[in-house]
């Protein structure tokens, strides 16, 4: 099989007041032009190496908005507004004026 050079991508954590993982983030591409994924980072990437094709265009912009707004789907690339914890709108002293942790 085709080897995986990664791209060298950024991720954040983000714990609770127990230092439980509350959030994990992850394929930020830093770099597009290292690796062999063709500048793509996380499942992505490895699709792309496996040669297998990637979504894209008009279909996939209108598969994206539906899956959005299925009744009971998991995997979303966005949120209703209803749907977002408290805690990720909230502002704070400790969190800072713009939301991010001091």
């Known amino acids: ?7 060298p991508e950024a991720f954040s954590i983000t714990f609770d007041e ?3 993982v509350k959030l994990l983030t992850v ?9 062999n994924t063709g500048g793509v980072g996380a499942a992505f990437g490895l699709l792309r190496v496996a040669g297998i094709p990637l979504p ?8 994206v ?5 299925l ?10 507004k209803e749907d977002v914890p408290a805690w ?4 704070s002293e400790e ?5 991010y942790n001091l």
């Open 1 to 7: 099989g085709n080897a995986v050079i990664g791209v």
């Open 18 to 20: 127990a230092d439980r």
């Open 27 to 35: 394929g930020y591409v830093a770099d597009r032009f290292q690796g």
């Open 56 to 63: 894209g265009g008009l279909a996939y912009r209108a598969a």
């Open 65 to 69: 908005a539906l899956a959005n707004r």
């Open 71 to 80: 009744p009971g789907a998991t995997a979303k690339s966005c949120s209703a």
């Open 88 to 91: 990720w709108l909230e502002r």
């Open 95 to 99: 969190r800072g004026p713009d939301g």
